[in-house]
C-alpha cells in the first residue's frame, strides 16, 4: 500500500472492497430540551425574579427621599413603581392652545416718502463701499488715516532712521496713546 501502488497496479486488485452500495445503519438522534443543553449553570436559578429597591435623596426642586422598585428577571424587566421627581415619572402637561391655525394679522408698513436729495446722498453713500467689510464708515475712517499717516510720515523720518531693534518707535507710540 505504497505510494505508487495505485499508479502502476493493472486494475484488478483483490485487496479492493466491492463497489457495490452498503447500507448503512441509520444514526439514533437524541434532542436535549433546552435546559438540559444549556451549559450557563443553574437555570433555575437564572430564571427567577428579582426584586430590585433603589432609594434616592431628594433635590432642592424636589424635596423628600425618592424611591424606585423594579422587578427584574433574566428576560425582562418591569418597573413596579417610582416616585414623583425620579427621571422618567415626569408627566406631559398638556396645554390647549385654542388659536392654533388661526394665522396672526399682518402687519402692515408703506414706505416712506423721500426727497430726491436724500436719496441722491443715500446713493453715494452706499457707492463708496460696494463690497468693503464695514461699508462706507470703514472707507471714510481709511481714507482719515491715510491722510494722517501722509502727514505723520513727512514729520516722523526719525522712525525709519532707527537702529534695528531699537525701542525707540515703540515710546513714540505710547506717547501717541496717551496724548
Known amino acids: 500500500m505504497g505510494l505508487f501502488d495505485r499508479l502502476f497496479s493493472s486494475g484488478s486488485d483483490s ?26 449553570g443553574d437555570v433555575t436559578f437564572m430564571r427567577r425574579s428579582n426584586t430590585i429597591r433603589r432609594t434616592f435623596p431628594g433635590t432642592v426642586d424636589s424635596p423628600g427621599d425618592k424611591e424606585m422598585v423594579a422587578e427584574v428577571a433574566s428576560m425582562e424587566a418591569r418597573l413596579e413603581k417610582a416616585t414623583e421627581g425620579l427621571p422618567g415619572t415626569e408627566v406631559a402637561e398638556v396645554s390647549m392652545n385654542l388659536t392654533d391655525g388661526i394665522p396672526k394679522p399682518v402687519k402692515k408698513t408703506f414706505a416712506q416718502p423721500m426727497s ?64
Open 116 to 179: 430726491q436729495a436724500e436719496l441722491d446722498q443715500r446713493k453715494k453713500g452706499s457707492a463708496l463701499g460696494v463690497n468693503v467689510p464695514g461699508g462706507a464708515a470703514s472707507v471714510a475712517r481709511e481714507k482719515q488715516e491715510s491722510s494722517s499717516t501722509a502727514a505723520a510720515s513727512t514729520s516722523g523720518t526719525a522712525l525709519n532712521t532707527a537702529k534695528p531693534g531699537a525701542i525707540d518707535p515703540f515710546k513714540q507710540m505710547v506717547k501717541d496713546l496717551n496724548a
Open 15 to 40: 485487496s479492493k472492497p466491492a463497489a457495490g452500495p452498503q447500507a448503512r445503519k441509520p444514526a439514533e438522534t437524541k434532542f436535549l430540551d433546552a435546559d438540559e443543553a444549556s451549559s450557563l
